[in-house]
């Protein structure tokens, strides 16, 4: 099965358009293509083009401290200065053989009272390393902000389960980067909340697996755990946080309309955006492929996404499907990882993105800088790809499959064939 997107048609033939084949990569496929797909300044126009198409289609969610419009709450506010850097940043990698970094996912912690049989940070806990101190994870934050990412994004574990959470939220610069968390919902008491509005959290996100109480807290192994998360989202969005649904759609949960039905009910309760990762085999479930979406399955969610954008409904939905579309490859996204994202776990292991669970390196040990060159110069990396590599099954042959069952994560990539997984 393909998808062809045609951008320029004359006398019934297409002079620009791109086809997206069943394996997600995108070609282009209009006359013009050859030509024009060489031509730096025809693609760094094209991207600009469709990325002021997307914000034009965006409706306003809100305001930040009253001054900045937001479009999406895990982008920054519009005309804000994180905003034009991250435009700069998309500018730059257009025109520089490697591409620089937007976002830092920073685990700060593996400690979570939940048991999620799911867990993408399963498998990365380990008694024998102690974690980032407040200064280490400051000088990560630094470094990070250096590198040009101007987005933030708190995880774990659970971020609530450590202490210093607050001061490194307050430490991440304002005039370059915004802070958002990804949290379970438990500890969102009054008293963190008003902490961390009072850090300057920009948006929270909430994970949630179903929108049945009883199947998500089965999911998470703790009763009670929904409705209590939901409620301290409701405090958080209250005290001035962005407040939206973190979730995942899955082969039998597609079939069953999970992901609709989530959307309605993040619409009725008022959640300011959702996002919606395909199910990735990563973590707990590494190597248990069984539950990924079929390229059907992710069509379907894309323009479930794509009517979102259409009708410029609210939340908005960023689906990963749609970020794998050819629309959003064209527009400079596609896959994320070691593109405009990258991961650092607790003990300071730096990844691609949460979940390819491939340590390129320790800023124990070494620069920040030093391991996402390394990275993007990776052949596994040095590309940029229309979808997600941990769903390519020739990427996971090589770079997944030989992971043992027993090993701690992330995997250590100097343990696997440094090879081209597109050949």
């Not at 915004?178 to 959290?201: H, I, R, S, Y």
């Not at 949630?208 to 958080?236: M, Q, V």
């Not at 996002?275 to 707990?284: A, E, I, M, N, Q």
């Not at 579309?325 to 691609?352: K, T, W």
Request: net charge positive.
């Amino acid at each position: 099965m393909e998808i062809e997107q045609v951008f320029l048609k004359l006398f019934g033939r297409n002079l620009i358009s791109y086809k997206k084949l069943e394996n997600g990569q995108v070609i282009g496929s209009g006359i013009l293509n050859p030509i024009l797909d060489r031509i730096v300044v025809y693609r760094l126009i094209f991207m600009l083009l469709l990325q002021a198409n997307f914000y034009k289609q965006y409706n306003n969610i809100g305001k930040w401290k009253g001054k900045y419009q937001v479009a999406n709450t895990f982008a920054p506010p519009v005309g804000s200065k994180p905003m034009f850097r991250a435009l700069k940043g998309l500018i730059k990698s257009q025109l520089m053989p490697f591409p620089f970094p937007l976002a830092m996912t920073f685990a700060v912690t593996f400690n979570c009272q939940c048991n999620c049989v799911h867990c993408s940070a399963g498998k990365h806990f380990r008694k024998d390393q102690k974690e980032l101190t407040t200064e280490e994870a400051k000088k990560l934050i630094d470094d990070a902000q250096e590198l040009g990412v101007s987005i933030i994004a708190f995880t774990g574990g659970e971020p609530l389960l450590r202490k210093d959470l607050f001061e490194l939220i307050s430490y991440v610069d304002d005039k370059k980067a915004m802070p958002v968390m990804f949290t379970n919902g438990e500890f969102l008491t009054d008293e963190n909340v008003e902490k961390l509005a009072d850090a300057g959290l920009y948006s929270v996100f909430l994970s949630i697996d179903s929108p049945n109480p009883e199947e998500h807290d089965t999911l998470r192994g703790r009763p009670g755990l929904f409705e209590i998360a939901i409620e301290g989202l409701l405090k958080a969005k209250s005290k001035g946080i962005f407040a939206g649904f973190s979730s995942y759609a899955t082969r039998t949960g597609a079939d069953r309309d999970i992901y609709q039905q989530l959307y309605k009910y993040g619409k009725e309760l008022g959640v300011q955006n959702i996002l919606l990762f395909d199910c990735v085999p990563t973590g707990k479930m590494l190597h248990d492929t069984s539950e990924m979406l079929t390229f059907e399955q992710r069509e379907v969610l894309h323009q479930f996404s794509a009517e979102k954008f259409r009708k410029s409904e609210l939340p908005p939905l960023s689906s990963q499907s749609w970020q794998n579309s050819v629309e959003a490859y064209l527009s400079g996204i596609g896959c994320l990882g070691a593109n405009i994202q990258f991961y650092a776990s607790a003990y300071g292991e730096i990844c691609p993105c949460d979940f390819a669970p491939l340590s390129f390196g320790n800023i124990r040990k070494e620069s920040l800088k030093k391991i996402w060159m390394r990275m993007v110069k990776h052949p596994a990396y040095n590309h940029r790809s229309p979808f997600c590599r941990m769903q390519d099954s020739n990427f996971r042959k090589y770079y997944i499959d030989p992971i043992p069952d027993d090993a701690y994560l992330p995997y250590s990539i100097s343990k696997l064939p440094s090879v081209d997984y597109r050949t």
